[in-house]
């Protein structure tokens, strides 16, 4: 199964003028689930190699990005210097934002950088308590339908359950070993950390070229979900 990384892009080329949340899915000029970020404190939770920061960065914000992986903070550290933009980098685990005061974040984003998390709940609370009062957290996760099957398979025969919780080893043997949740279970924990979700979105595979992540499958089930939520206020 190939993950979606923004440190590992697998041959794609990612944009830094635009926010990705996936493999050959429309982006945030599409989908427009960020707002405008101009002058605002944006959180980019699992920043990989820095593309999205760069985007929000080039874009106005000013971004905060942790990731829990040095090599990581040291390629998105050299990204961040050619392409000439400030971004405030951390390396962290991301359910440990202490650096962070309550209360003065305007926008969290996370493109796939949560799915190898094991306690999800933890970060979801801590994104809660630095998000300002009906401010927007936005992620994208690899499918939970998708890891049901088997991607090699001609006629995509169901591999594992879809309530299996086991890890999926995504990335090679010594790669980051991704944690399957169901949505409702997704959806579940989010609503327990005080968030209210006003999208779910399973996009279809956009035309044109594709990224060397892409299987047969992808044509028939969606590999990425988005979920949109708000801070809900006291």
């Known amino acids: 199964m190939r993950r979606f990384s923004l440190a590992a892009p697998h041959g794609l080329e990612l944009p830094t003028d635009v926010v ?3 493999f050959d899915i429309p982006r945030e000029d599409s989908l427009k689930l960020l707002g405008n970020v101009e002058g605002t404190r944006v959180l980019d939770l699992g920043c990989g190699a820095g593309s999205n920061a760069i985007a929000l960065a080039r874009a106005g914000a000013k971004v905060i990005a942790v990731d829990p992986s040095a090599d990581n903070i ?3 550290r050299a990204a961040c210097e050619a392409a000439e933009v400030r ?3 951390h390396h962290a685990p991301l359910a440990e934002l202490a650096f962070i005061r309550a209360d003065t974040i305007d926008v969290a984003v996370s493109a796939h950088g949560l799915a190898a998390e094991r306690d999800i709940d933890r970060v979801f609370r801590q994104v809660d308590r630095v998000l300002r009062p009906e401010r927007h957290f936005v992620l994208s996760l690899p499918h939970p339908a998708y890891a049901v099957v088997d991607h090699t398979d ?3 025969r169901v591999r594992r359950s879809y309530w299996d919780t086991a890890p ?3 990335s090679g043997p010594d790669g980051p070993r991704d944690v399957p949740r169901t949505i409702g279970g997704l959806l ?3 609503s327990r950390a005080n968030f209210r979700i006003d999208h779910v ?5 956009t035309g044109g070229p594709r990224s060397t992540a892409w299987t047969d499958a992808m044509a028939k089930l969606p590999a990425t979900l988005i979920v949109r939520a708000r801070k809900q206020g006291l």
């Open 201 to 205: 979105l399973e996009p279809e595979p």
């Open 20 to 22: 990705t949340y996936g």
């Open 188 to 190: 579940q924990s989010l």
């Open 74 to 76: 040291a390629a998105a």
């Open 154 to 156: 001609p006629e995509l």
């Open 87 to 89: 971004v405030e980098l």
């Open 168 to 170: 999926i080893e995504a």
